[in-house]
């Protein structure tokens, strides 16, 4: 099966948009494959809706993990079954937090392995702080992968008052590759992140 895995900064939507994506494919209950930074998965069973809140949270870095579902993507001539996987959130520098480190290092090495990535920014951020709310990381990540992998950058929080001027922004520092303008929380935008992953994946 290919992976398509989801990349961004914390608290940029990544585990609201594996939900919400994964919900909007029509799948309302799955089992989620979790792999421990430090080693060790497991699977557990998830309600998309239910456990919302204990995957997703204010905090930065909620998500230390590689966290995965298994999904049926409609395509023109047939569905492909995709795993999508959430991951830590990205940072310049190094964290204080041995597990954060941990699990962004995981991050890294599965951006190796992945068949695609979906790498989700948060436009009304940008929109507010400008270019400096993008992390170097990111840029150079976006340099690198579409030579080894389909890519798209996904201009989350849409819903938003300053994503607009954010959005402008993201296709101004990601010139050349996609962007798609989604809102994980109000699922819109789907339709064309839908096409990107039974295209590429």
Excluded at 66 to 72: G, I, N
Excluded at 127 to 146: C, D, F, K, T
Excluded at 148 to 160: F, H, S, T
């Amino acid at each position: 099966m290919k992976t398509a895995l989801i990349i961004g900064q914390a608290n940029a939507g990544k585990t609201l948009f594996l939900l919400n994506f994964a919900r909007y494919l029509g799948i309302e209950r799955a089992e989620m494959t979790v792999q421990a930074a430090e080693g060790g998965t497991f699977t557990r069973p998830c309600h998309l809706e239910r456990d919302r809140p204990l995957l997703v949270g204010d905090e930065p870095h909620t998500t230390r993990c590689l966290q995965s579902l298994t999904v049926s993507v409609p395509g023109r001539k047939r569905a492909r079954v995709v795993v999508l996987t959430d991951s830590t959130g990205l940072l310049d520098g190094i964290d204080e937090d041995r597990q954060v480190r941990l699990a962004v290092a995981q991050t890294l090495r599965a951006l190796r392995l992945a068949d695609a990535v979906l790498h989700v920014i948060d436009a009304d951020r940008v929109g507010r702080q400008g270019r400096s709310a993008i992390a170097e990381v990111e840029v150079q990540i976006a340099r690198y992968l579409p030579l080894r992998a389909p890519y798209a950058v996904l201009a989350n929080k849409m819903d938003l008052p300053a994503a607009p001027g954010g959005l402008a922004t993201i296709r101004r520092v990601f010139s050349g590759r996609p962007v798609l303008p989604v809102s994980a929380l109000q699922r819109t935008g789907f339709r064309e992140v839908r096409r990107f992953v039974a295209r590429y994946v």
